[in-house]
Every structure is written in structure tokens, then in C-alpha cells.
């Protein structure tokens, strides 16, 4: 005798249909998010497949629908704290819809980026949200006149295409008032690399504040980092061996101010009794630093469900909402009055 478990009879989209007193067609759009229904229906046919255990085939939805269920997601480090944050958003999101996302890393390669996207396509993705990235706008015009495409960290329009940006000059903006306001005149600026659009204009909004403010620039004030926590050590090391004048530090990202904070620590300099710090994203380990981080809120998994909104949305025929993500500060004891 087999066991209970293969005994019993596997449920069918058919019988989810019988059940819930619907179509199989209005089923198979609920699954797909392409149904006109009431919530009340969907959240009837859902109930239904939760309580057959009912597991759609993902080879037949394509051969039905014409879709693979599947979206390609090209990051740059899947192992970054940043990147991280908005791939679980878009995982999220595109589970309630029913899709798988496909993760491939382009490490800030344009090379490498094209080819991953080949990969992507000729595995028959829906579409592709590609987050950030060196690709040109053009490359990506051109992909999306073939392919559904989201792209983050830009401001393009083109047919198939939608990008979301993030106001990158008012975060940095935010930041500089905000140590202004405790007092701060010389405030050091650890920018990340000017390849990155976004690096460019947060440098932008930290300059436009200071002058505004009357602030010093100078230009022994500003060092380069690379994003990442060593380039931050590095760059504040080459402020102190500089013998820089500061009293508080804006690092363009969390990820550098971990590593200047660091590098201040070695030095015997205390955050904040000695310099104020300030980083840029408010990634989820800011909040547990020593001492908590004073940062730009950047809602990278927020970016992320809003690029798996977008996505479907186009797969749907619909157009997304126009979206520019607003800056905020979340100020933490990182930051104090400057005393000296």
C-alpha cells in the first residue's frame, strides 16, 4: 500500500476552480496578477489553493500565459549590505505576485554587466530590474525596446522602461545642515567613487549646502573612498596623517563611516566627543554601531519592492506611479554640539 502522502490525489488548478465557484481562467489570472476581481474573490480562490496545498507548474503557466514567472535582477555585489537590502525587497515582492527572481552579480563592470543580462534574456526572464549599475542609458533604452525593464539610481523614460531614483544632492543636503546647525564649520567629506552617478551627486548637495551655509571648502577636507568599510579606513587614515582641521566627518555611505569610525578609534579619537559622524543610506547595522549611527535614510528595501511593484505593473499593462524616493535624516549619538 503507498503511503497517505502519495496516495493522496495531487490538486489540480481545476479543482481550486470547482471549489472557489470560479473559472479556471479567473484562477490562473489570480495566480498570474492579471485577474479583475474583487479582493473578496481573490482572497476566496487563495483560500482555496492554501487549503488544497494547490502548487501551480511553472512550465505549464508559461505554455499557458506565455510567461516564464521568473525576473532577472542584475545587483552588483550580492553579498553587499546595500545590495542585500533591496534584493530581499524585491524577493518580497514578487513572491506575493508569484514570480521567482533570478539573481546575477555585475560587480560595477560594464563587461560583466552585459553579459549577465545576455544570460538573463536567454533564459526567457519576464523582465529585468537592474540596480544601478555602469551600463549606458542608451544600453538600457535599447534592451527595453525588447524586454520589460526597471532600472534604480536613474531618471530615464523610454517605451518599456521605468527607473527610480533617489534624491541623492537633499540627502546630502540634509547632512550638512544638520551638523551645521550643531555648530560644526569644518566638516571633512569621505565621497565615494565618481563613477557612480549617485557619488557625483551627493559630492554636489555636500558642496551646494556648504556654500550656502558659508562654510569651509577645502579642498584638504575632501578624500575618495570606494564605498566599502576598508576604503572609508583608508580615507579617514589619509585625513589624520594629513593633519586635517575637522570637527565632524560626512562619509557618502554607512558602509565608509564603519570603516572612519574605525580608523578614528585606532587614532584615540572618540565619536562623538571628538568628531561628530555622519553616513548615508541607514543601512539596518547603523542602529547597532558604537555609537549609533547618525545617517541619511535611503530605504534600500523600500527601492527594492518599489522596482518589483514596478515590473509588475508593466507586465500587467499598467503604468507605474512616477517615483522619486525622499531623503530623510535619522539622527542617532553619532553626532553631538561641537564644543571646541
Do not use: C
Not at 314 to 328: C, D, G, W, Y
Amino acid at each position: 500500500m503507498l503511503p497517505e502522502a502519495h496516495a493522496k490525489q495531487r490538486s489540480t488548478l481545476g479543482m481550486v476552480a470547482r471549489q472557489a465557484g470560479v473559472s479556471p481562467s479567473t484562477v490562473s489570472r489570480i495566480l498570474n496578477g492579471t485577474a479583475k476581481v474583487s479582493a473578496e474573490k481573490q482572497a476566496l480562490v487563495k483560500a482555496v489553493i492554501e487549503q488544497l496545498g494547490f502548487r501551480p507548474d511553472p512550465a505549464a503557466r508559461s505554455l499557458a500565459g506565455g510567461r516564464t514567472m521568473s525576473i532577472g535582477v542584475l545587483t552588483q555585489f550580492i553579498d553587499s549590505p546595500y545590495y542585500g537590502e533591496a534584493l530581499r525587497g524585491i524577493e518580497d515582492e514578487l513572491h506575493k505576485a508569484n514570480y521567482v527572481p533570478l539573481f546575477v552579480s555585475g560587480h560595477w563592470n560594464e563587461v560583466e554587466e552585459q553579459d549577465r543580462l545576455f544570460m538573463l534574456q536567454e533564459r526567457k526572464v519576464d523582465g529585468i530590474i537592474v540596480l544601478t549599475g555602469k551600463l549606458s542609458d542608451q544600453t538600457l533604452v535599447e534592451m527595453a525596446a525588447n524586454i520589460p525593464v526597471v532600472v534604480t539610481g536613474r531618471r530615464l523614460n523610454a517605451p518599456g522602461l521605468f527607473s527610480i531614483d533617489f534624491d541623492n544632492a537633499e540627502g546630502a543636503s540634509l547632512a550638512v545642515r544638520h551638523l551645521h546647525a550643531l555648530g560644526h564649520s569644518r566638516i571633512a567629506f569621505i565621497s565615494g567613487p565618481l563613477d557612480h552617478p549617485d557619488a557625483t551627486e551627493r559630492m554636489q548637495g555636500f558642496k551646494d549646502e556648504a556654500e550656502k551655509k558659508g562654510l569651509s571648502l577645502d579642498q584638504n577636507l575632501i578624500v575618495y573612498g570606494d564605498y566599502q568599510e576598508a576604503g572609508g579606513f583608508r580615507a579617514m587614515n589619509s585625513l589624520l596623517d594629513a593633519r586635517a582641521q575637522f570637527t565632524a566627518v560626512f562619509a557618502a555611505n554607512d558602509q565608509m563611516a564603519y570603516g572612519a569610525r574605525l580608523a578614528l578609534h585606532r587614532a584615540g579619537l572618540r565619536v562623538p566627543e571628538d568628531i561628530s559622524l555622519i553616513g548615508f543610506d541607514d543601512l539596518p547595522h547603523s542602529a547597532f554601531t558604537l555609537p549609533p549611527l547618525t545617517s541619511v535614510r535611503q530605504s534600500v528595501y523600500e527601492i527594492g519592492v518599489s522596482a518589483s511593484k514596478a515590473m509588475i505593473d508593466i507586465l500587467n499593462k499598467q503604468n507605474p506611479p512616477s517615483r522619486l524616493v525622499a531623503a530623510e535624516l535619522v539622527v542617532r549619538e553619532s553626532t553631538r554640539i561641537n564644543r571646541r
